[in-house]
């Protein structure tokens, strides 16, 4: 197991994981949410929902560091605690990909070194949203297992551009709105 996915395990950051497992060539992935703020413990067996999470992350790493990571996140302020909760595995030369629901604009910032690619989310999912990125056909995937699924995606970022215009971390905080999600559903 990577040194990423045991610190999530151990220290029982994962939430709704879809997929937590071996991927090709050394990799390790996973898929669902990561918790950034907990919730407030009611009892010894019973805890709230996370105040803030990464939703429906998807990451890649190697034995020590995140390689692919996309996440949606609720507001762009809580990109920084996010941030703060899994710093010693972002690498300069991994892929990341934000999903943003209150931002005006998409941009490609630098934080500490790292760098992020924010992008506005309205009604989609950043599965959905990085298949297009990439220009993969969700149709092509359909038989793949969850693993093949996750390699798809991250062999296919390694040749593809997947940045914004650039700005600066306070430009980007500067492009926050009050912008909620958009539910889509039966009504």
């Known amino acids: 197991m990577s040194a990423v996915l045991g610190y999530i395990k ?16 050394g ?16 009892s010894p067996d019973r805890v709230l929902p996370p105040k803030i999470q990464a939703k429906q992350v998807i990451i890649v790493t190697n034995d020590n560091t995140i390689e692919f990571f ?46 992020f690619n924010a992008f506005v989310l309205d009604e989609s999912s950043v599965w959905n949203e990085t298949l297009d990125m990439l220009n993969l056909e969700k149709g092509d ?31 980007m905080m500067a492009l926050k709105s009050n912008t909620k999600k958009v539910l889509m559903g039966a009504v």
Not at 27 to 42: D, H, N, P, T, W
Not at 156 to 168: G, H, N, Q, V
Request: aromatic residues 14%; hydrophobic residues 30%; charged residues 30%.
């Open 10 to 25: 151990e220290n029982s950051l994962d939430w709704q994981p879809s997929f937590n497992g071996e991927l090709k060539d």
């Open 27 to 42: 990799l390790f992935g996973y898929r669902g949410s990561l918790i950034v703020e907990a919730g407030k413990q009611l």
């Open 70 to 115: 996309a996440c949606e996140l609720e507001s762009f302020e809580h990109f920084v605690p996010m941030f703060e909760k899994y710093k010693e595995f972002f690498s300069k030369d991994s892929t990341n990909l934000l999903f943003v629901i209150d931002l005006d604009e998409s941009g490609t910032f630098e934080y500490e070194g790292i760098t």
């Open 141 to 171: 995937l359909k038989k793949a297992s969850p693993s093949e699924k996750i390699e798809a995606v991250y062999d296919e970022s390694k040749s593809s551009d997947l940045s914004a215009k650039s700005r600066t971390y306070d430009e």
